[in-house]
């Protein structure tokens, strides 16, 4: 069964530095997007990336953040100068539309920033 | 925007009994509603979903109510087994954007 795949699983990384956490979404799905859940809390929106371009994003996702389809499987999320409370579990999604679509996500890469 | 609230955040249950988690949305533009089931490690997956053009949709031990008037969803599992426990989140959004906003989970523990 064709799935999300995210690497790495487990990223920790110096506050202040640069993160760019990867993804290979199902390889039909036209539309994607980041999710993040910090610990304990909901699973929040960040972006939606739709025929190269971001379609839409969240409050959260500031000049911090950037997305890129740098070749035609890979989905990366890239967090610049990360800070202490950038620490959370990312999720990445696909689907093959937008609107009502499922998601399908994957299994998520947990950033700690020390 | 879009505000998903979900009670309770823990239900622990005894093998085969029913548990139901409730959701309430904040807007009426909001017409898909998908649940997820979250398993320690790995991330959500949809379990079911359902639409504003309908009111209850059923799959198995999984079914979902829709109040589009009241603004309420509800998932009913019933049957329940060891396996089904997991954190459930219920989810909210309009077709026409692409922002999901989930609801803050459910912790379901089934005690064998």
């Known amino acids: 069964e064709p799935e999300v795949t995210q690497t790495p699983s487990h990223q920790v990384t110096q506050m202040g530095q640069e993160v760019i956490l990867r993804c290979v979404p199902i390889s039909n799905h036209l539309y994607f997007y980041w999710y993040r859940q910090i610990l304990g809390q909901k699973v929040e929106f960040l972006v939606s990336?739709?025929?190269?371009?971001?379609?839409?994003k969240s409050e959260i996702f500031d000049d911090q953040f950037s997305v890129e389809r740098p070749d035609g499987s890979n989905f990366t999320l890239k967090i610049r100068s990360t800070k202490l409370e950038d620490s959370a579990m990312y999720f990445c999604?696909?689907?093959?539309?937008?609107?009502?679509?499922?998601?399908?996500f994957g299994q998520g890469t947990r950033l700690t920033v020390v | 925007g879009e505000n998903v609230e979900q009670h309770p955040s823990t239900l622990s249950v005894q093998e085969g009994d029913s548990a139901v988690i409730k959701c309430t949305y904040s807007d009426s533009a909001s017409n898909y509603f998908p649940w997820y089931k979250q398993e320690l490690g790995k991330g959500p997956q949809l379990i079911i979903d359902i639409r504003s053009n309908v009111g209850e949709k059923k799959d198995q031990r999984i079914a979902v109510t829709l109040n589009k008037t009241a603004k309420h969803f509800s998932l009913h599992i019933t049957e329940t087994q060891p396996e089904d426990s997991a954190v459930y989140f219920c989810a909210a959004k309009d077709y026409n954007n692409n922002d999901m906003r989930f609801g803050a989970g459910t912790r379901l523990t089934v005690k064998p």
């Open positions: 990336f739709y025929n190269n371009e971001i379609s839409e």
């Open positions: 999604a696909s689907s093959i539309l937008g609107g009502g679509t499922e998601a399908f």
